[in-house]
């Protein structure tokens, strides 16, 4: 599974990052967990605002930070 | 109610009298903290529910249908509604840009949004009540609004670093929402902005209180009162630097306008804290080139200033 975290570097966007470590350990899940913080790179994905949560290519939150149950969630249903 | 409730309190567990400074200092910290925190609370929910129908890919999409001054209006009224933070600063401005809205439009956007923040106006509304509230929307609206008017008259794409052009933005559905899931972005909203502040509103009313309980009546009113011309002036520059504050400012601001400090000043105050600060221009540097921050900056105090003598004015 493929997982992009979305922003400048701002501390919502590090935690959003922690979060998704949180969320993929728990899970016992083996993912490919990478920040983006190139802001040609984060627009590609049509994101306006950051920190975002991109899974297998899919924009799943934007503007806000998720907590890790919710993240959790998320990866289940991208499974 | 509220105000009894404390005053019992204060006089009674407390054995201080709220006749004496000191009793009358720990009744207004109570008072307005409790008060501050519970608005605050309460009104982030219901702005945060509001908001959550207006994400910045929607904003975007309405604008680019607009044009003219009727865009600026526009933009300036959404930047109200928007939730943004300054560290979104970039992507939202690249995005507007990238959609072909014009960079006055987007500048109308980025003025009147942190000025008119729901955290600075439902302290408005709880220390100083709906009208002056009002008054200072109303304000934040128009200086945005011709403040993007005029940066776009002045032609200055040229000042918008090249590589903001060349970025290919991306198509991204917006997510639909439930109103269970508003609910819960407004009760996240919430925790999250009264866990960053709450320490800022405590200091501020701690501040607010001394000067409530121990600076004379009218000590200020010689200095910053509404005849001395100059102090909104000195207000704007001053409130310029400072940021992040902003909410814990309010209480001080309230207490010094009790001590006789002009509204107009006051408010102006206020808006220079919270429209220009120095963590959004060292953002916004990122897209935009340092003559343009110089006009941003320009236009956008000049404005304040002006609308500060005219609060005076009126007030």
Known sequence: MEIRVLGSGCANCQKLEQNVFNAAAELGMDADIQKVEDMAEIMKFGVMSTPALVINGKVVVSGRVPNTEEIKQFLRNAE | ?315
Not at chain 2, 45 to 62: H, L
Not at chain 2, 242 to 258: D, F, K, R
Not at chain 2, 302 to 314: E, K, P
């Open chain 2, 1 to 315: 109610m509220l105000y009894n409730l404390i005053k019992i309190l204060v006089e009674k567990v407390f054995g201080l009298s709220t006749a004496t400074r000191l009793g009358e200092s720990i009744h207004f910290f109570i008072y307005d903290s409790l008060k501050i925190i519970l608005l605050l609370s309460l009104m982030i929910f219901a702005i945060s529910y509001i908001r959550s129908f207006f994400p910045p890919e929607k904003t975007r999409q309405v604008l680019s249908r607009f044009s003219g001054s009727v865009a600026h209006l526009m933009a300036s009224l959404l930047g109200i509604v928007t939730p943004f933070c300054s560290c979104s600063s970039v992507p939202l401005f690249i995005g507007f840009v990238e959609a072909g809205i014009p960079l006055g439009v987007t500048f109308s956007f980025l003025i009147t949004s942190p000025i008119v923040n729901e955290v600075a106006l439902v302290m408005l509304i709880g220390l100083f009540g709906l009208k002056i509230a009002v008054i200072y929307v109303t304000a934040g609206v128009l200086i945005g609004t011709f403040g993007g008017i005029l940066i776009g008259k002045l032609g200055l794409e040229k000042y918008v670093e090249e590589y903001v052009f060349q970025i290919a933005v991306g198509q991204s559905e917006v997510q639909k929402m439930t109103w269970r899931d508003r609910a819960k972005f407004a009760k996240d909203n919430v925790k999250d902005i009264v866990k960053r502040v709450w320490i800022f509103v405590l200091i501020g009313i701690a501040i607010g209180a001394a000067i409530h309980g121990y600076a004379p009546e009218n000590l200020l009113a010689q200095y910053a009162g509404k005849d001395n011309p100059l102090a909104v002036f000195v207000g704007v520059a001053l409130g310029i630097p400072l940021y992040s504050n902003a909410i814990g400012t309010i209480p001080i601001i309230e207490a010094l306008i009790e001590k006789g400090v002009a509204v107009g000043t006051a408010l102006a105050f206020m808006m220079a804290i919270t429209a220009l600060s120095l963590p959004e221009i060292i953002i916004l540097r990122k897209v935009i080139k340092p003559q343009l921050i110089g006009i941003f900056v320009s236009i956008t105090g000049v404005s304040i200033i002006f609308v500060g003598y005219l609060f005076n004015f009126i007030l």
